[in-house]
């Protein structure tokens, strides 16, 4: 069973404020997707990462994949209200999506 | 455009009720899924069509039934729901099932209640 662990379940920031949110598994993926999703809503794509050690910057957000494709990260600088929402990981693995737990966001103005 | 598109947006129905939720996209994708999300969990895989073809099944209750009629079209029917199942239903799709890069878009999910 693939599993990928995401971390911190909660997140309740301050405007302005920086934040990492952390995905990591013992299983190698294809890729990772990285979705933002608010609420009664669909996920919305963010960015994939495919190449291990790939880094994409999408204006404040930095998502990094790892070396050994195992594990990824999304960095926000200078969070603001309008990043607030549900943040899911996702592992390609064959036909399936691996979700994280996801993440709740809450940037406080 | 990777618009998946679904309806209806809101559904109430009693444990006797049938009803259908529909998925509709255009954009040439060959893989749909369906997913089930409860508030504030990650979507849980329900069924997986590649091709117009049922991949993947988990587990799920007799009382979901997907129908896929062709390549832009799932339909998911439901009958003699429980409580429990009202939930957020969303539909996905992808162009290259299996396949290591492939970018799964979702749609906007039907909020379904059961009363």
């Known amino acids: 069973t693939q599993l990928l662990e995401q971390s911190p379940q909660f997140l309740s920031i301050q405007e302005g404020e920086n934040l990492t949110v952390y995905c990591n598994s013992s299983?190698?993926?294809?890729?990772l997707q990285w979705y933002r999703q608010e609420p009664g809503e669909g996920p919305v794509l963010l960015v994939t990462?495919?190449?291990?050690?790939e880094v994409k910057k999408l204006k404040r957000l930095t998502f990094q994949f790892g070396d050994a494709r195992k594990d990824s990260s999304l960095h926000i600088t200078a969070a603001q209200p309008g990043d607030t929402g549900l943040y899911l990981c996702?592992?390609?693995?064959?036909?399936?999506?691996?979700f994280g737990a996801g993440t709740i966001l809450r940037v406080k103005s | 455009d990777t618009e998946v598109t679904q309806t209806p947006k809101h559904l109430v129905m009693g444990m006797t009720n049938k009803k259908s939720l529909k998925c509709e996209q255009h954009?040439?994708?060959?893989?749909m899924y369906w997913y089930k999300q409860k508030a504030k969990k990650p979507p849980e895989l329900m069924f997986v069509?590649?091709?117009?073809?049922?991949?993947i099944n988990e587990s799920v209750p007799s009382r979901f039934s997907p129908e896929c009629p062709n390549s832009s079209l799932l339909n998911l029917h439901l009958h003699a729901l429980q409580p429990e199942d009202s939930a957020l239903y969303l539909c996905?799709?992808?162009?290259?099932?299996?396949?290591?890069?492939?970018?799964?878009?979702f749609g906007a999910g039907t909020r379904l209640s059961v009363l």
């Open positions: 996905a799709s992808s162009q290259h099932p299996g396949q290591g890069r492939d970018i799964q878009y």
């Open positions: 299983s190698v993926f294809s890729s």
């Open positions: 990462v495919v190449t291990g050690g």
């Open positions: 996702a592992g390609a693995y064959g036909n399936k999506l691996v």
């Open positions: 954009m040439g994708h060959r893989a």
């Open positions: 069509y590649s091709y117009e073809k049922l991949s």
